[in-house]
């Protein structure tokens, strides 16, 4: 007798855990970490951000400087890993070399390979102080320039654009990069952070799991999506033409990217803020098309029969675009903050451990007869 389960499309709906990191209300739109609503947590830092998402609780002054100083100290990355990042052929999207960075890191590191609490939370501090390292050598490795090595007088988003362009960004871009990094740190079981709490339940260790999770960051459906809204901004070129290609792509049933989410049945909450950050950003750069562009897309999404919300790549795009970086980046940026939720996830797995090893629904035939190759 063959056991049967019952399977639902997606794993909509279903519970796959607990979990006391990330709350998300998709009716009424709010987004929760530690029980702290991210529209207050915006106006803090992505350190505080880490700090609370790591160790459930927000820092005192004292304890978030001396947090801060030691995740500085991690940032360096040994110039051997940054020779064979170097190496790698150019045609690879930036999110396969960073998939490959971190892949690499742990094999350097002596204690990559460890699931101890002491070892694993040093790791975690270790992965997340070098993610800017990474993707903006990365980023000057795809230019033919040098990396420049990190400022441990600049915080991590100041310190992130730094190496990346070269020169300090306005303040107003790094309260942006902040603010995006605060906003993207934890989703809950997104696919991503399941994928790595998933391959974390094996008992396999940090760098393995988030090598995993970064490939499934990459995915259009999922991180990929911030990309997507750009290149489709790009395509749609001027406000004149939202309207036709929008009304083209819905009569093929084309996905709009940047829209629809499996938990939020209203705006996603952080599409809110990041609104508001892209016109501020739009005014301050006296090029606000892109953005302008974006809310035309939003309203006429809502006005449609089915009404389908932005979600968080949605004014990510234009915000980032509009200060200079290029869409290539805009996924392993997206990366750099949410290795805070998959590291705080994966030493939540490793902290009570039970294999995640859901069933299938068989859907094959039954009870064949099995005749020889000869006779076939
Ligand atoms: C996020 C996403 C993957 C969620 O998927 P899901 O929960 O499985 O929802 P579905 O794809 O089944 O969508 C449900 C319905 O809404 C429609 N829909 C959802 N997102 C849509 C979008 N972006 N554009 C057009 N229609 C969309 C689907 O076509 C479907 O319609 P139907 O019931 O008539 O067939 C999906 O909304 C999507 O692909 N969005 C675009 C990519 C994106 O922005 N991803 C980033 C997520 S943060």
Known sequence: ?????????????????????CFIDGIQGRLVYRGYD????????????????WRGKLPTATQLKEFNEELVSHRVVN??????????????????????????????????SSTGEVEENLNAMRLTAKFP????????????????????????????????????????????MDMGLILHADHEFNASTFSAREIASTMSDMYSAVTGAI????????????????????????????????????SERRKIMGFGHRVYK??????????????????????????????????YMLNSDKPIYPNVDFYSASMYYQMGIPFELFTPIFAVSRIAGWSAH??????????????????????????????R
Do not use: C
């Open 38 to 53: 991210i529209k207050d947590l915006v106006n803090g830092s992505f350190e505080e951000t880490l700090f609370l998402l």
């Open 133 to 176: 390292t990474f993707v903006a050598a990365l980023y000057r490795f795809s230019k033919g320039l040098s990396p420049i090595l990190p400022r441990d007088d600049l915080s991590h988003a100041d310190n992130f654009l730094y190496m990346m362009f070269g020169e300090r960004q306005p303040d107003l871009f790094v309260k942006a």
């Open 266 to 299: 209203t705006k996603d909450p952080r599409a809110v803020v990041l609104e508001s950050m892209s016109e501020e950003i739009g005014i301050a750069t006296k090029n606000r098309s892109w953005f302008d562009m974006s809310r035309s897309i939003e309203a």
């Open 79 to 112: 110039p051997d890993i940054l020779r064979h990042l170097n190496d790698l052929p150019r045609q690879g999207h930036p999110m396969d070399h960073l998939r490959t960075a971190v892949s690499i890191n742990g094999i350097y590191n002596k204690t990559g």
């Open 346 to 375: 994966i030493l939540e797995q490793h902290a009570r451990n039970r294999i995640i090893r859901p069933a299938a629904e068989y859907t094959g035939p039954e009870s064949l007869t099995y005749i020889p190759i000869t006779d």
């Open 215 to 250: 490939g499934a960051l990459k995915g259009p459906l999922h991180g990929g999506a911030n990309e997507a809204v750009m290149r489709m901004l790009l395509d749609i070129g001027n406000m004149s033409n939202i309207e036709p290609w929008l009304a083209k792509a819905r």
């Open 1 to 21: 007798m063959i056991p049967q389960y019952k399977f639902k499309e997606g794993l909509e709906d279903i519970v796959a855990g607990t979990s006391s990191i």
